[in-house]
């Protein structure tokens, strides 16, 4: 077995854990229900949006049962999300603090700013999310140049000099033949996939992909399979049974095979096990399509993504998707691979021939901080992949010490802390808010219901000091909360965090 596989981590909670959390959803429930008794009866005010008393006949607009958990439950919680930033959102960043009178149905400002608050929650593995006028000099030159907007499509007269110039550096990055590159990292998948297959086609995706890939695999008509994650006796018992049943009724071959994968799960920090999937992909004749929204320019030496991590040739992999949202601190997403696949998209797909083109600023964002990473800047080569590796290891080492359960890979900046129980998600958050601690936490539907987490993500803009301060306070709301499960034990490993290990090779 490959050893990044063997550093993957999904221990399961002790069963009292999974008993008070079936407990907790249970009672909220009932309370919800006693809520909703006293509304209809009168005696407590709805703040939800409802039909009129004359359109009570009239096919419901809002489902009423479908709302209770938005109404009873999420809205108790709900200050733990979408708090206003009030300032550039790099590893720390500023908060505007907000209170509520009627238990979260509206809030207000106070008027204060929570300042300088850690961000554990923003997707800025490499640190590119900065506002330093020397590194963006490039990016205010080119704004000056061609303004903030294109105004229309690439096929109209929206195709800029600096599109191609971003094309070829992402073909040349990835090794592949051809990209093309796109406004809207969801639109990347939604509207991409419905190009590739069609009726007639099957998709097996991973039960864990994002909702990207399951809006995309859906607006394609294709018939869509879910294999169990990361499983490849699933997998493969699927694709032996499409092989030799085609497709139902008919038992006619399908015209394609499609397999969907991402190379970090955004909820689990897993890693793909990718040469398992490409050695299916070949053996049953299917075609692969990699997501690397969370993996590219955040695992492999310099930041080449899973086929770099496991030395797989980025040819074996059919379609290659990535965002620029991410790593990049930009927008937008690409697909690459071979030549003919991106000209055929570049006249088939609803992203290409209907989006407007991408922002000059956001092309130049990425161009800079592309060639950053390979060193063509002035800096060194994987200067900050080396300590994106560094504070990765360093943070999921020290958390496994101190006795939480987290979920994924070692090599992954995705960490998902398991806090399980309802009541423990809207605590947490507040406190590490208290100590001025930005998180994420995450629960039902999102994820499963007995596995609400808090997920955090590493960035190469986290100094130690800020790894420690956060370290500190988890350790302190941690014992505060009982939030400790898990009964592995690990012994401190010092020699793990030496900077000396995440060195290239001279």
């Known amino acids: 077995m490959n050893n990044t596989y063997q550093r993957e981590s999904f221990e399961q909670a002790p069963m009292y854990v999974a008993v008070m959390t079936y407990l907790g959803f249970g009672i909220v429930t009932l309370f919800g229900y006693l809520r909703d008794f006293l509304r209809a009866v009168g005696l407590e005010k709805c703040h939800l949006a409802q039909e009129r008393d004359e359109q009570k006949d009239f096919v419901p607009l809002y489902q009423d049962f479908e709302n209770f958990y938005t109404r009873n439950l999420y809205m108790r919680v709900r200050d733990n999300w979408n708090r206003p930033v009030c300032s550039l959102p790099g590893p720390v960043f500023d908060l505007m603090e907000r209170v509520s009178d009627d238990y979260n149905w509206t809030f207000r400002f106070t008027g204060r700013t929570i300042h300088n608050a850690i961000n554990m929650g923003s997707y800025n593995y490499l640190g590119f999310a900065e506002n330093n006028a020397d590194f963006l000099k490039t990016v205010a030159d080119i704004t000056h140049q061609y303004g903030v907007g294109v105004c229309s499509t690439r096929q109209e007269i929206g195709n800029l000099s600096i599109h191609e110039e971003l094309e070829e550096l992402v073909a040349s990055f990835l090794g592949v033949e051809s990209t093309m590159t796109f406004g809207m990292g969801f639109a990347t998948n939604s509207m991409n996939i419905p190009a590739l297959v069609g009726k007639g086609c099957l998709i097996l995706s991973d039960e864990l992909n994002h909702t990207s890939l399951i809006l995309g695999a859906r607006l394609s008509g294709a018939t869509i399979r879910v294999f169990k994650h990361n499983n490849m006796h699933s997998l493969e018992k699927m694709l032996r049974e499409a092989v030799c049943s085609g497709q139902p009724r008919t038992h006619r071959p399908w015209k394609k095979i499609l397999i969907m994968v991402e190379g970090i799960y955004s909820m689990e920090g897993s890693v793909v ?234």
């Open 273 to 506: 096990q990718l040469p398992e999937i490409v050695a299916l992909k070949k053996k049953y004749k299917a075609y692969l399509y990699l997501d690397e929204a969370h993996s590219i320019g955040a695992v492999g030496a310099s930041g080449r993504g899973v086929t770099e991590l496991f030395d797989v040739n980025p040819a074996d992999v059919d379609v290659m998707m990535g965002t620029f949202t991410k790593s990049f601190g930009a927008a937008g997403g690409y697909i690459a691979g071979k030549k003919e696949l991106v000209d055929y998209l570049r006249s088939h797909s609803h992203s290409a021939v209907y989006a407007s083109a991408m922002s000059p600023p956001v092309t130049e964002q990425i161009i800079r901080a592309m060639k950053c990473i390979l060193g063509k800047d002035g800096g060194r080569e994987g200067e900050r992949i080396r300590q994106l590796a560094e504070n990765t290891r360093y943070f999921r080492a020290r958390l496994k010490e101190m006795g939480f359960i987290i979920y994924g890979n070692d090599d992954s900046p995705v960490v998902p802390i398991l806090l399980y129980m309802p009541g423990k998600v809207a605590a947490f958050a507040r406190e590490m808010l208290e100590r001025k601690i930005g998180v994420v936490v995450v629960g039902f539907p999102a994820t499963p219901i007995s596995e609400a987490r808090a997920r955090f993500c590493l960035s190469a803009a986290h100094t130690r000091a800020m790894l420690d301060q956060v370290l500190h306070h988890l350790n302190e709301v941690g014992d505060a909360l009982c939030l400790k499960f898990s009964q592995r034990k690990y012994s401190p490993r010092p020699d793990l965090y030496e900077e000396t290990d995440f060195e290239l090779d001279s």
